[in-house]
């Protein structure tokens, strides 16, 4: 089986180059004297920085009047770089989940909700990432569901933890007509919904720490990694798919 880091790298981005790309995302354009202002680093490491991702066809140059500028290369489409990396997980994780029994180093979790509620021992302004499938946040409101979820999101509203979560539209539709009595809730908590309107996603992910759990609660699978490297990459990743998608207001 090919490696998760492997799969992953391909969509890694560092802060500095999330920054650099949301920036250019935002105005369309920018030089590094701009970058450099705007992100508050100094010119040679912006300049390093986008050195690297012209190489790697993200970022290309353009002439404005007299200056060379740096826009979004028309080939890159981060959405569609998620999706693939999305599908190449699905297919590796596409196993049953064994206890590690030998390391110590994770602990064993029966089921889903086993798992996040490891997330509630989380500090204030920490955060949770999460990005869902429609059919997992329909799963999740159901009836069965939905006294655990309530006293989750009131642990999490409480603590002051952090929720980054993405879906499609479709997915916040079916949360947002199933809120109830957890409109209140909600309204308390760190962290708003976005969404992102043509992205294909087959896995669901949660991450936080150096842990992180790709999932369906429709089919009872999921898995868990607790490695800092993969951890931190797919967390950079949803930071930065978050921060170019819409938000949207669950509370007009």
């Not at 920018?30 to 705007?38: F, G, P």
């Not at 996040?116 to 500090?123: G, M, P, R, Y």
């Not at 009836?143 to 499609?168: C, D, F, M, P, Y």
Request: net charge positive.
């Amino acid at each position: 089986m090919q490696k998760l880091d492997k799969i992953i790298e391909k969509a890694s981005f560092s802060k500095r180059e999330a920054e650099i790309i949301s920036v250019i995302y935002k105005n369309g354009h920018a030089n590094i004297l701009s970058l450099s202002k705007d992100i508050g680093l100094a010119r040679p490491s912006i300049y390093s920085a986008v050195k690297d991702l012209t190489a790697r066809r993200v970022l290309s140059k353009k002439k404005k009047g007299k200056r060379i500028v740096f826009v979004i290369n028309k080939d890159f489409d981060i959405r569609s770089l998620y999706q693939e990396t999305s599908k190449q997980i699905s297919e590796s994780l596409n196993l049953p989940v064994k206890k590690n029994s030998d390391s110590g180093l994770m602990p064993y979790f029966k089921d889903l909700n086993g798992f996040l509620d490891l997330a509630l021992k989380l500090k204030r302004g920490e955060v949770i990432y999460s990005i869902e499938t429609p059919e997992d946040i329909d799963v999740l409101l159901k009836n069965t569901e939905k006294e655990w979820l309530k006293h989750w999101q009131e642990t999490v509203a409480r603590k002051g933890i952090v929720l980054k979560g993405i879906s499609s539209p479709t997915g916040l539709d079916i949360f947002k007509k199933s809120l109830g009595n957890l409109s209140e809730i909600l309204k308390k908590r760190s962290g708003s919904a976005r969404f992102i309107s043509d992205i294909k996603i087959q896995t669901s992910i949660v991450s936080f720490k150096d842990y992180i759990c790709f999932f369906n609660r429709r089919n009872k699978k999921f898995v868990v990694i607790k490695d800092e490297t993969i951890a931190t990459t797919m967390q950079s990743i949803i930071d930065f798919i978050y921060n170019i998608s819409e938000y949207k207001n669950l509370f007009p």
